[in-house]
T-cell receptor, first 112, second 114 residues
């Protein structure tokens, strides 16, 4: 089963523009993570935000978390063609069981 | 460390055959996860282990699927008998026991059942 849903499902932007992806989830969480997947490859971790944090930055990435709305967003600033990939949010369910489930993903295309 | 290692990378088999997918997690990681990825259903959690013990197998689709982790460095996912609808990419991932620990994914095993 999937915990989260992301929107948009697909996003196409020009190089240099910002890309924003949103994730909604259903149950209480310990943390929320974002991953990237290049075509035909495994997922790679980008950033983690804990349930008691509201915003986090890492390089060109900015993540926000609103636990009252059960939603998160990932912003990639000054996008590059190399950012073309699928992006997934993943939630680490609370309750001590460390069950990690993924959203449906956003496919990002950055046009040079 | 070489990362999470999965084998085979590609498997083509005929309906009814047994399929075994293998995973070697990163040394020292306490958790191991098996996921299945398809266009229709996205990335589904099948089962995960903590210290070699299955914790939650509610995502295993049917009795045809089974997973084992006989020791800390090896896990298998078996499908017997396989069906065309099992065609997917199967990922293994591992992590430490920390809540702030990221998942490390293997490159996946692409299964095609004819």
């Amino acid at each position: 089963s999937q915990q989260g849903e992301e929107d948009p499902q697909a996003l196409s932007i020009q190089e240099g523009e910002n890309a924003t992806m949103n994730c909604s989830y259903k149950t209480s969480i310990n943390n929320l993570q974002w991953y990237r997947q290049n075509s035909g490859r495994g997922l790679v971790h980008l950033i983690l935000i804990r349930s008691n944090e509201r915003e986090k930055h890492s390089g060109r990435l900015r993540v926000t978390l609103d636990t009252s709305k059960k939603s998160s967003s990932l912003l990639i600033t000054a996008s590059r063609a190399a950012d073309t990939a699928s992006y997934f949010c993943a939630t680490d369910a609370s309750g001590g069981y460390q069950k990690v489930t993924f959203g449906t993903g956003t496919k990002l295309q950055v046009i040079p | 460390d070489a990362g999470v290692i999965q084998s085979p990378r590609h498997e083509v088999t005929e309906m009814g055959q047994e399929v075994t997918l293998r995973c070697k997690p990163i040394s020292g990681h306490d958790y191991l996860f098996w996921y299945r990825q398809t266009m229709m259903r996205g990335l589904e959690l099948l089962i995960y282990f903590n210290n070699n013990v299955p914790i939650d197998d509610s995502g295993m689709p049917e009795d045809r699927f089974s997973a084992k982790m006989p020791n800390a460095s090896f896990s298998t996912l078996k499908i017997q008998p396989s069906e065309p609808r099992d065609s997917a990419v199967y990922f293994c991932a591992s992590r430490t026991g920390e809540y702030t620990g990221e998942l490390f994914f293997g490159e996946g095993s692409r299964l095609t059942v004819l």
